[in-house]
Nanobody, 125 residues
Framework: QPQLTESGGESVQSGGSLRLSCAAS????????MGWFRQSPGKEREAVAV???????SYTESVKARFTITRDNAKNALSLQMNDLKPEDSAMYFC???????????????????WGQGTQVTVSS
């Protein structure tokens, strides 16, 4: 049974940094595109960053140069380093696995089928 567990969400001041972690189990982590997503109350879930099985990342425009997604295939772990946080980054952040290994790794919520429970990030001004 595939499982994803996020951690690291906190309340921080604007301009601060956080590192989110995701522990994966129950599937061959190294073969899947993985991603971080976020959702605020009343808004749709959006893709923040994805990383393919070779470690190549893609980011949504609003977080480029501030966020870094990485993976450690030996530890079945996914991370998101978030710097220069802004109030608009406040959201529940989710780790997710793409439906299939054969899909092209992309910033598309509909292509992801295994989700963690989320970790809350709150940025105050």
């Amino acid at each position: 049974q595939p499982q994803l567990t996020e951690s690291g969400g906190e309340s921080v001041q604007s301009g601060g940094s956080l590192r989110l972690s995701c522990a994966a189990s129950g599937f061959a982590f190294e073969y899947y595109c993985m991603g971080w997503f976020r959702q605020s109350p009343g808004k749709e879930r959006e893709a923040v960053a994805v990383i393919d099985d070779d470690g190549a990342p893609s980011y949504t425009e609003s977080v480029k140069a501030r966020f870094t997604i990485t993976r450690d295939n030996a530890k079945n772990a996914l991370s998101l380093q978030m710097n220069d946080l802004k109030p608009e980054d406040s959201a529940m952040y989710f780790c997710a696995r793409m439906h299939r290994t054969t899909y092209s790794c992309q910033l598309d919520v509909t292509k992801f089928g295994v989700w963690g429970q989320g970790t809350q990030v709150t940025v105050s001004s």
